[in-house]
């Protein structure tokens, strides 16, 4: 069943790299968001093609897609869905916000008040909106690609921890090498590889996959390290507030989520390794004294990895 996986995701994988090139390792981690039912947080600058990929993404999976670019003037109505009167019904209606979708891409998150960023949180947890005392449930499967720029800090409204929470994975797409800029430019001579983009597998097919990577044995000692390394996260003496358990499910899943994108139905550690750091630094608050030095999340996992002892071998099922 795994193996289905791996070469379903390798499909969508190829189609996604036809048109964001040069970022194999970024495009294989929203991957695993995207089968552990996992939202995503993209923290970098304009154009390097945050939009692109939530798109051909959407377009791979034949699923529905909806753009929200956020503003200091949203209103929450504006992302869920407002409850409009009728007149020759003499009933209100709900006409749904762009966020009854598939795939959602928030463009700039971190432009909209706290209000109007609240009001993702219901539908980021519990797959679902409340609009006037009515409760609307989403579609499946629902991901939402968030993006937000981090150079520039005029007019925004800093992310609360409640809601960065909610994201499975913080990543960054980083700036092409010039060897593949040059091949962006070749590919865009004519059109945009975006336009030639197919569908490769059904919704369907996609929560099948979903339901599949829980079947992905994770060893006792995998558990353990796992929970060793976010609990050495709470413990660490520049760190004021640790990953919260909600850290720790995220990384069990989404590595359970990698074994089965590389074709594996056992996790290894390398797994945790792997995604350690795009699954935990997001939820840590440095201390005061420690970003007076500079200190960074990102450091504070990478040696967390260092000194907390990982299993000694891969544990395959049964063993």
Same mark, same amino acid.
């Given at each position: 069943?795994?193996?289905g996986v791996?070469?379903?995701?390798?499909?969508?994988?190829?189609n996604?790299e036809?048109?964001?090139?040069?970022?194999?390792d970024?495009?294989q981690?929203?991957?695993?968001?995207?089968v552990c039912?996992?939202?995503t947080?993209?923290?970098?600058?304009?154009?390097?093609?945050?939009?692109?990929?939530?798109k051909?993404?959407?377009?791979?999976?034949?699923?529905?897609f909806?753009?929200?670019?956020?503003?200091?003037?949203?209103?929450?109505?504006?992302?869920?869905?407002?409850s409009?009167?009728?007149?020759?019904t003499?009933?209100?209606?709900?006409?749904?916000?762009?966020?009854?979708a598939?795939?959602?891409?928030?463009?700039?998150?971190?432009?909209?008040t706290?209000k109007?960023q609240?009001?993702?949180?219901?539908?980021?947890e519990e797959?679902?909106v409340?609009?006037d005392?009515?409760?609307?449930h989403?579609?499946?499967?629902?991901?939402?690609l968030?993006?937000?720029?981090?150079?520039?800090?005029?007019?925004t409204f800093p *992310?609360? &921890? +409640?809601? =960065?929470?909610?994201? @499975?994975i913080?990543?960054?797409?980083?700036?092409?090498?010039?060897?593949?800029?040059?091949r962006?430019?070749?590919?865009?001579?004519?059109?945009?590889?975006?336009e030639?983009?197919?569908q490769?597998?059904?919704?369907?097919?996609?929560?099948?996959?979903?339901?599949?990577?829980?079947?992905?044995?994770?060893?006792?000692?995998i558990k353990?390290?796992i929970v060793a390394?976010?609990?050495?996260?709470?413990?660490?003496?520049?760190?004021?507030?640790?990953?919260?358990?909600r850290?720790?499910?995220?990384?069990y899943r989404s590595s359970?989520?990698r074994?089965?994108?590389?074709g594996?139905?056992?996790?290894?550690?390398?797994?945790?390794k792997a *995604?350690? &750091? +795009?699954? =935990?630094a997001?939820? @840590?608050?440095?201390?005061?004294?420690?970003?007076?030095r500079?200190?960074d999340?990102?450091?504070?996992?990478?040696?967390?990895?260092?000194?907390?002892?990982?299993?000694g071998?891969?544990v395959?099922?049964?063993?």
């Amino acid at each position: 069943m795994v193996k289905g996986v791996h070469a379903t995701i390798q499909k969508i994988t190829d189609n996604v790299e036809k048109v964001i090139i040069g970022k194999h390792d970024e495009v294989q981690l929203i991957m695993v968001a995207l089968v552990c039912q996992g939202h995503t947080l993209i923290d970098d600058v304009p154009g390097v093609g945050k939009t692109m990929l939530a798109k051909s993404i959407a377009r791979s999976l034949g699923c529905t897609f909806k753009r929200i670019q956020f503003t200091p003037d949203m209103m929450p109505s504006d992302v869920t869905g407002v409850s409009v009167y009728d007149q020759s019904t003499g009933q209100f209606e709900f006409r749904p916000g762009p966020v009854m979708a598939n795939i959602v891409l928030t463009d700039e998150i971190n432009r909209a008040t706290p209000k109007t960023q609240s009001a993702l949180l219901e539908a980021m947890e519990e797959r679902q909106v409340t609009v006037d005392g009515v409760t609307h449930h989403l579609a499946r499967p629902f991901l939402v690609l968030a993006t937000q720029n981090p150079i520039e800090y005029e007019g925004t409204f800093p *992310l609360p &921890e +409640a809601q =960065l929470d909610r994201f @499975l994975i913080r990543m960054s797409l980083g700036y092409p090498s010039p060897a593949d800029e040059i091949r962006i430019l070749e590919a865009q001579q004519y059109a945009h590889p975006i336009e030639t983009i197919e569908q490769v597998m059904e919704r369907d097919e996609l929560l099948d996959m979903q339901e599949q990577i829980k079947d992905v044995f994770v060893h006792d000692a995998i558990k353990e390290y796992i929970v060793a390394l976010v609990g050495a996260t709470r413990r660490h003496p520049d760190v004021y507030l640790g990953s919260s358990p909600r850290g720790s499910l995220a990384l069990y899943r989404s590595s359970q989520a990698r074994a089965a994108v590389l074709g594996r139905d056992y996790v290894i550690p390398d797994d945790v390794k792997a *995604l350690a &750091e +795009a699954t =935990l630094a997001h939820r @840590l608050i440095v201390n005061p004294s420690a970003r007076i030095r500079e200190v960074d999340p990102r450091t504070v996992i990478k040696e967390t990895l260092r000194t907390v002892e990982a299993p000694g071998a891969p544990v395959e099922r049964g063993a």
